[in-house]
């Protein structure tokens, strides 16, 4: 199993602000039969830990330099204007009790299609639910995209290789990546469509014509008797 540590101190007094007023990042814990707590949390360790685990990593946490806890990132809020974290939610998580998570999708390898056919990379979910051990959960899942040969090809969620005791909540045909023709062969694709609609409009002009010419005759005509 994967974890990360990170260390965090106990709040009791000091307001949110106050805590981000110091550059420290306010923190709340809870989870079933767990006593809720408040932390600080050092904003560098906490963005590096974040950066490699992201919320599907189980992370230990050190309370006060001696108690030790599970916890994934349950909820995360940022400044709107710096982006800064501002404030965390850490869930507690029993190793081996089963939980619904999200897992990031990792491409790899090289698409035929991309390399020879200018096609571009189209991804419609860049991640799967999974349902697992909170101890299983993992990191990433790697999804090799040398299989799109060409525009036909797709990879769905039936196509993504689980760890051994993993299993994905998804629709298996749900389609997670796929390539895109060039726009250019798109265009000439669409343009003898847009042809052959304007050669079909040539006759209904010509017919047109043809009708107002007839109507200005009788009408010379009429005015040739009428004088």
Request: charged share 30%; hydrophobic share 35%; with cysteine.
């Amino acid at each position: 199993m994967e974890t990360l540590n990170l260390e965090v101190k106990s709040r009791e007094s000091l307001s949110p602000k106050a805590v981000r007023d110091t550059g420290l990042i306010p923190a709340e814990f809870y989870g079933p039969k767990q006593k809720n707590q408040s932390f600080t949390v050092d904003y560098q360790s906490f963005r590096r830990v974040y950066a490699q685990g992201g919320q599907n990593t189980v992370i230990e946490l050190t309370i006060d330099g001696k108690d030790k806890t599970y916890v994934l990132v349950q909820d995360l809020q940022f400044d709107p204007v710096s982006d800064k974290f501002t404030h965390i939610d850490f869930k507690y998580v029993d190793l081996n009790k089963e939980i619904e998570t999200e897992v990031p999708l990792e491409l790899i390898g090289e698409s035929k299609a991309v390399r020879e056919m200018q096609g571009t990379i189209v991804t419609t979910k860049d991640f799967i639910t999974v349902k697992c051990l909170a101890k299983n959960i993992p990191h990433t899942l790697k999804v090799d995209i040398s299989v799109l040969e060409d525009f036909t090809c797709s990879i769905r969620v039936k196509d993504i290789a689980l760890p051994e005791g993993v299993v994905t909540l998804d629709d298996l045909e749900t389609v997670l990546v796929n390539v895109a023709a060039p726009k250019a062969e798109e265009e000439e694709t669409a343009a003898p469509a847009e042809g052959a609609a304007a050669e079909g409009a040539a006759p209904a002009e010509g017919a047109a014509a043809a009708t107002d010419a007839g109507k200005d005759e009788k009408a010379k005509s009429k005015a040739d008797k009428e004088s």
